[in-house]
Every structure is written in C-alpha cells, then in structure tokens.
C-alpha cells in the first residue's frame, strides 16, 4: 500500500466531536460528491468510526486508506484514496 499520509490531501474533512454513524456517513457523502480522483484526509476522534466503521467501508469500496492514531491529541486521521 502507498504510503498515503506521506502525500498532499485533496480536501480535509473534519468530524471531531460527532457520534456514529455521522462520521461516516459525511465521509461517505464527502466521497460520493467528489469527482476523480481525490485524497481525503479524515479527522475523527469516535473510535468505533475510526477503527471499524470507517475502515470497512474503504474495503467494501476498495479505496485504499491508512489509519493513523494521533496519541498526543486523541484522534485519527484516515487518509482514503479515490481514484
């Protein structure tokens, strides 16, 4: 897998502070309204959607994704490819 952290996202999505199911269902609706190819970088601090919902949702789609947990701050960022 690229090392996508390592890459320039496209847009930045910010969902710290909401509950599931909104963070994914605004990253989803976030990636549909996108056209080509894009990086979104996700900032969520719900474990569930950062850690399963999230994730799942990239495999069932096949967009590449890296999880990255921010200890110090206590979110993730989710980079996601769409290509």
Known sequence: MADLKSKEPTQVLDVLGRVCPYPLVIT???LE???G???LKVLCD??????DT???YCDKQGFPFELCKIED????EIFIQKD
């Open 46 to 51: 719900a474990p569930a959607s950062a850690e």
């Open 73 to 76: 701050k206590g979110y993730w």
């Open 37 to 39: 190819p894009a990086l």
């Open 54 to 56: 999230i994730p799942k």
């Open 28 to 30: 989803k609706k976030t």
């Open 33 to 35: 309204k996108t056209a």
